[in-house]
């Protein structure tokens, strides 16, 4: 981790709060500026994060990452509670807003800008800090509301259309739009590719007035936390590289199935998978 302003350019950059999440043996860190991150890592990236949390955070597990760290007096912090409906949601401390002006120089070519918000920490006009990016959108903290009693929702989309229009890929599950159908055509409308994760039901793709599915295998699911930032980034990097949202997704869906068979942040994708994965769909 850097903790100097001594940045180096990187390729791959996420910005959005690193989380705390009570689970059954205590806090752990999260979000999707950790999992999609070290995800992007795994597949050869240079990574950076932006983001706002506790100077006291453990950053031990993201080894060889620069993290760009706006104090916060605590991380965002969350409970989430498992039920055959859906997930119930908590938060419990809000880190604090992002800012525009808090982006080292050295980064703002970075070849991929990943925006991944968890509860709103982000001002949606930061794609204009990246005029020569690719921006790449997990907007699902747009996406969330939080009522008096701490409970978070799910709220309809209201980003400008010019950062729907901007993105080269947007991701969002299913839990996202709470299944809404309609507002999942009102985005794909207005994304240039839009790709919709459905849990163990794999995921879909707009693109081009088309849009196809793509199943996962079946596995043993251990914990799913953390897998739709692994997929998100896996598809983001394939994306870039490829240009080719169909092997793209193929690709995310392997790998985040492969994800939920371990536990936290030994669900990165391996080496030999990251390998696999890209040799099985050229085969």
Not at 88 to 116: C, D, F, M, R
């Amino acid at each position: 981790m850097t903790t100097t302003n001594e940045f180096t350019p990187i390729d791959y950059l996420v910005i959005g709060h690193i989380t705390k999440d009570l689970s059954e043996t205590g806090f752990r860190l999260g979000g999707t500026a950790t999992f999609s991150s070290l995800t992007a890592k795994a597949l050869g990236h240079s990574v950076g994060i932006i983001t706002s949390c506790s100077p006291s955070t453990d950053f031990s597990n993201y080894q060889n990452i620069q993290i760009f760290n706006n104090p916060s007096s605590e991380n965002s912090t969350f409970k989430n509670i498992p039920t055959p409906q859906g997930r119930i949601q908590y938060l419990y401390e809000k880190a604090n807003k992002i800012s525009i002006s808090k982006i080292p120089l050295v980064w703002s070519n970075t070849p991929i800008v990943h925006l991944g918000p968890i509860i709103d920490e982000i001002d949606p006009q930061i794609f204009h800090s990246f005029p020569d990016s690719k921006i790449f959108l997990t907007p699902q903290g747009w996406l969330r509301e939080v009522d008096d009693n701490q409970h978070v929702w799910p709220k309809k989309c209201d980003l400008p259309k010019e950062l729907l229009n901007r993105a080269s890929a947007t991701v969002i599950s299913i839990e996202d739009v709470n299944g809404d159908e309609d507002q999942i055509s009102d985005l794909a409308a207005l994304c240039k590719i839009l790709v919709v994760t459905e849990n163990k039901y794999g995921a879909r793709v707009y693109w081009h007035g088309d849009v196809r599915y793509f199943s996962t295998q079946e596995v043993q699911v251990s914990e799913d936390t953390g897998a739709g930032d692994i997929f998100a980034a896996c598809f983001f990097s394939r994306l870039f590289f490829t240009n080719d949202p169909w092997e793209s997704a193929r690709f995310a869906v392997k790998l985040a199935a492969l994800s939920v068979t371990r536990m936290y942040l030994s669900s990165i994708p391996t080496l030999q998978e990251i390998i696999k994965a890209k040799t099985d769909f050229i085969s």
